[in-house]
């Protein structure tokens, strides 16, 4: 079975600083993975996806992720915030479960606090 | 507004009654999932359906909930005899092929009393 662990539960930092959220998956196939993000009040929004090719993919608002396939990681990245970043931010990834699948599934998320 | 939509937006039941859940995907989108989210976990999978089929269910459906999508368009989810462990963010998505990006919808919040 594949799982998505997220190293930091609450990430409190000032603007203009920079941002590195840790993903780990464990799962032993192809995998597609993302960032969706939840603005307060907001639905889950995709962030940035990685396929294939460039490990290093950009998604909307400035951010990205590198994919290091030895590391089982998909860390976003940002390099100066903005406290309209102030969300929950999900990590997840797209395996094949079987019987003709594809199963998403989540970390717990890292909620983000921006203090301007 | 073309994305996916959800109905009701809350629900607050008392234990034990019966409660449904709309959801419409995206007009072209033929694969449609539904998840649960409660407080500080991520979404997790309950059941997918690829037009009409529900091809997948998780073990966390209980067979007091049953989701439907008939004609391949929207769907409905069911909980039968609600517990107050149900409260939870019911959220459905919906994507153009299997390995595809989900879309997620607001989500519908069930609070059981």
């Known amino acids: 079975a594949q799982s998505v662990s997220q190293h930091n539960h609450h990430v409190i930092l000032s603007e203009a600083a920079s941002l590195e959220l840790g993903c780990n998956y464990s799962y032993g196939g192809t995998v597609n993975l993302f960032w969706y993000v939840q603005y307060p009040g907001q639905h889950l929004q995709l962030l940035l996806k990685?396929?294939?090719?460039?490990?290093l993919v950009k998604g909307i608002k400035g951010f990205e992720a590198e994919f290091i396939k030895s590391k089982f990681s998909f860390n976003l990245r940002k390099p100066s915030v903005q406290w309209s970043d102030t969300a929950e931010y999900f990590c997840?990834?797209?395996?094949?479960?079987?019987?003709?699948?594809?199963?998403?599934?989540f970390g717990k998320g890292t909620k983000l606090s921006v203090i301007p | 507004d073309t994305g996916v939509s959800q109905d009701p937006r809350h629900k607050i039941t008392k234990r034990g009654q019966n409660v449904t859940f709309r959801c419409d995907p995206i007009?072209?989108?033929?694969?449609l999932y539904w998840y649960r989210q409660t407080l500080g976990q991520g979404p997790e999978f309950l059941t997918y359906?690829?037009?009409?089929?529900?091809?997948?269910k998780s073990r966390l459906l209980s067979d007091r909930f049953s989701a439907e999508r008939p004609k391949g368009s929207f769907s409905t989810l069911e909980i039968q005899r609600t517990e107050q462990g149900d409260s939870a963010m019911y959220l459905c998505?919906?994507?153009?092929?299997?390995?595809?990006?989900?879309?997620f919808g607001p989500g519908t919040r069930l609070t059981v009393l």
């Open positions: 998505a919906s994507s153009l092929e299997i390995s595809d990006t989900q879309y």
């Open positions: 359906f690829q037009n009409e089929a529900q091809l997948e």
């Open positions: 007009s072209e989108h033929n694969r």
């Open positions: 997840a990834v797209n395996g094949y479960s079987g019987a003709g699948s594809y199963q998403l599934t």
């Open positions: 990685y396929f294939s090719g460039d490990p």
